[in-house]
Every structure is written in C-alpha cells, then in structure tokens.
C-alpha cells in the first residue's frame, strides 16, 4: 500500500495551484479551474505522492484550517538535501519565512508560508 494521494486546505485552490507550480516546482497532475479543482506532484517525484490542494469552504475545514495557521502549526513538511540552496531559492522568490533553517534533533529545518494560508516546514535530515 501506498499514500497516493494527500490533501492540504488552501483558501484559493488555483493561487495555491500558481504558488506549488510557479514558487515551489511542483508540476501539475489536474488542473481544472472551473471545478476549482488543483492537484501537483514533486517535479523530483513525478510518479508520487500528489497533493490535493482543497478549499477550505466547509466550516469544519475552516476552523481546522485557520486554527492551524494560527497556532503556527505547518500543515506539511518538504524534504530537500539542501535546505540552505532552497532557502535562497525561495527568498528570492519572495517567499515569507517564518523560520530561517534552524539546526533541529532530527536535521535543519525552517518553515514558511504558502500565501494560502499554511505553513510548510521545509525539512532536511542530517
């Protein structure tokens, strides 16, 4: 068995679509803007795990979503094998961190936002 597929709540499925296509380099599995419907993978993994990235229209996707956010809880984590490269990458692109690459237990880890209302910690074992 495998995860094929995962959801993450967004505010607007198609910013999120520009921002994990455009931003992050992931490619695009199923886009259909007028179903607001929005799904990519990891253009370094194009035969795995996708994310759905879903409306959180439904009040309980609401509150699960915003009360995430504002308990500074990411919602995902990336896996990079060089945080400090991507890092730059991402900066330059305007990318808001709230956590720079920071030395952890398990490796180096920092956290930024999506612009759609998540946190994403961007994650490389040491």
Request: charged fraction near 20%; include cysteine.
């Amino acid at each position: 068995m495998i995860i094929a597929m995962t959801g993450v709540h967004v505010d607007d499925p198609l910013e999120a679509f520009r921002f994990y296509t455009e931003v992050l380099g992931f490619k695009e599995k199923i886009y259909m803007p007028e179903a607001w419907l929005a799904v990519v993978v990891s253009a370094e993994d194009p035969d795995g795990t996708t994310l759905l990235l879903e409306p959180s229209t439904h009040p309980l996707a609401k509150a699960y979503h915003e009360g995430l956010y504002a308990a500074g809880i990411p919602v995902i984590v990336l896996g990079t094998a060089d945080i400090a490269a991507e890092y730059e990458r991402l900066t330059a692109k305007g990318v808001v961190f709230r956590k720079s690459p920071t030395k952890v237990d398990w490796g180096i880890e920092a956290i930024f936002e999506d612009g759609c209302g998540n946190l994403i910690t961007l994650g490389q074992i040491a």
